[in-house]
T-cell receptor, first 115, second 108 residues
Framework: DAGVIQSPRHEVTEMGQEVTLRCKPI?????LFWYRQTMMRGLELLIY????????DSGMPEDRFSAKMPNASFSTLKIQPSEPRDSAVYFC?????????????FGPGTRLTVL | DAKTTQPNSMESNEEEPVHLPCNHS???????IHWYRQLPSQGPEYVIH???SNVNNRMASLAIAEDRKSSTLILHRATLRDAAVYYC?????????FGAGTRLTVKP
């Protein structure tokens, strides 16, 4: 099992550019989560999907952020236009089931730097 | 949201037990207590979880107070590879909110 796969691992871009982060969840997992980690705010849940449908996007910071899950094996988080304050490590996680006792499996993260 | 309180940092000697405390006085009856850890430059990793009873797995043990207002993660023999930030989280459905965690340093 390859685990959760994220790409790219590092991304450096200039302010105003579009950024797309990609995630492949563990096969068979029905839930997919996007988190952002910064020194100031720690780990924040941005959005999560169940069976490819967005369930809770209340953590998405603003309209510049959007996430899609076109199929069970792929999700994207897009930032357009990017700003320096978006610099962070973005993690994708997947979970096999619903509910309070399910564990989440995290990917290695994408470190985004916006200049 | 129910919150957790953990010490900012702790130190341990290699091969000694480590007890990482967590206070969660506003826990509700349906909240599970989850522990994750994050090694340097990696994503968080599940450690253990429980509801009311103490739990053991290959990584650690979780001791939950009878009133559920606190819990303790126990690493029985710390190794250098256990150096990480440990997060205590109250999980309700799919909502998992990470706090600042406890940074564990393991000294050889």
């Amino acid at each position: 099992d390859a685990g959760v796969i994220q790409s790219p691992r590092h991304e450096v871009t200039e302010m105003g550019q579009e950024v797309t982060l990609r995630c492949k969840p563990i096969s068979g997992h029905d839930y997919l989560f996007w988190y952002r980690q910064t020194m100031m705010r720690g780990l924040e849940l941005l959005i999560y999907f169940n069976n490819n449908v967005p369930i809770d996007d209340s953590g998405m910071p603003e309209d510049r952020f959007s996430a899609k899950m076109p199929n069970a094996s792929f999700s994207t988080l897009k930032i357009q236009p990017s700003e320096p304050r978006d610099s962070a490590v973005y993690f994708c996680a997947s979970s096999p089931g619903a509910g309070t006792s399910s564990e989440q499996f995290f990917g290695p993260g994408t470190r985004l730097t916006v200049l | 949201d129910a919150k957790t309180t953990q010490p900012n940092s702790m130190e341990s000697n290699e091969e000694e037990p480590v007890h990482l405390p967590c206070n969660h006085s506003t826990i509700s009856g349906t909240d599970y207590i989850h522990w994750y850890r994050q090694l340097p430059s990696q994503g968080p990793e599940y450690v253990i979880h429980g509801l009311t009873s103490n739990v053991n797995n290959r990584m650690a043990s979780l001791a939950i107070a009878e009133d559920r207002k606190s819990s303790t993660l126990i690493l029985h023999r710390a190794t250098l590879r256990d150096a990480a930030v440990y997060y205590c989280i109250l999980k309700r459905n799919n909502d998992m909110r990470f706090g600042a965690g406890t940074r564990l340093t393991v000294k050889p």
